[in-house]
């Protein structure tokens, strides 16, 4: 609205529509300009005032893992194309133990090509994204010969080397978020447009300041992540599998809600072989889900359950 009201100097001026479109500038102006003003004070009083009560008084953390080994969960839905290819390459990893598959109702070949590719596969059938991933993360938990869990998707859109850059932080963290903000890691004929990068963006700072000094975000969107067994085990409660698209982001919220440490990790970010269902659909399903995102942020979830 404030921008609006600048924007009437146009007409204002070159129309000569002073008497009738100056009232109605002003009104735009101090109507939007008052809570900018205010947001601006709150901001202010929070950083130098109240971060110092929020963010923890601890020395930055280093618990050495026992075991570098993981359980990679991947997420599918009518990946018949790419999952078996995804499933051989981080099966290839020589980190991994074991590779979980878990279709959403898939109507193709799914499950098959992934159990003929060496997973172990499950089929979700309530629909849904954060369902799907909800189960991923409770089938990956039953392994207790693995303290890491790795969740990815298996539409070919990420690679299993990454593996050793997220078990490179996870001393530092109990959820260690892979990121696909860094430019040169990021394939230029990907999904993710230049309008979705910054939808992405504008949520990753309102989850940062929901939770202010206790982590840094650049990609709530992401599904690449590790997480510590036994932190997650107890995180699985507090999860509501009814949350679709915006899942990554109620997982990342409830996660730092409850105190567990999370940092992020570049990963690289590559074109995915077939159609995208999820998130990046277009750039309005964006909009949406990030409108969403947004809703489930500022009411605890509660709208989205």
Known sequence: MYLAGVLLIFLRYLLRLHALL????EALVWYSGIPILAGIVLSLFDLPCL???KKPDVPARFE?????????????????????????DFLSHPLVAR???????????????AQNAGAIVFDETRRGYGR????????????TDTDLVVLCEGDATFRAYDIDKLV??????????????????????????????????FVD???????????????VGKTYKLCRREPLAGLLDGLDPAVNLEFNAHFLDTALARGLTLIECPVTFHSRIGVSKGGNVSNW???????????GLLSDWRRLA
């Open 168 to 201: 490179a932080y996870a001393p530092h963290a109990d959820i260690v978020n892979g990121t696909r903000m860094i430019e040169p890691l990021r394939q230029y004929l990907t999904q993710l447009s230049t309008f979705m990068f910054y939808c992405n963006l």
């Open 132 to 143: 799907c991933v909800f189960r991923c993360l409770s089938e990956a938990v039953r392994h």
């Open 22 to 25: 100056d009232p109605v500038a």
């Open 99 to 113: 590779v979980i598959v878990v279709s959403n109702a898939s109507c193709d070949r799914t499950l098959t090509v």
């Open 285 to 295: 399903r964006s909009f949406t889900v990030g409108s969403r995102m947004i809703l």
């Open 51 to 53: 971060l110092r009560r």
């Open 205 to 219: 700072k309102l989850l940062e300041a929901k939770h202010l000094g206790r982590g840094t975000v650049t990609d």
């Open 64 to 88: 050495p893992l026992r075991d570098s080994r993981v359980t990679v969960a991947l997420t599918a839905y009518n990946d018949e194309n790419s999952i078996g290819g995804a499933v051989a």
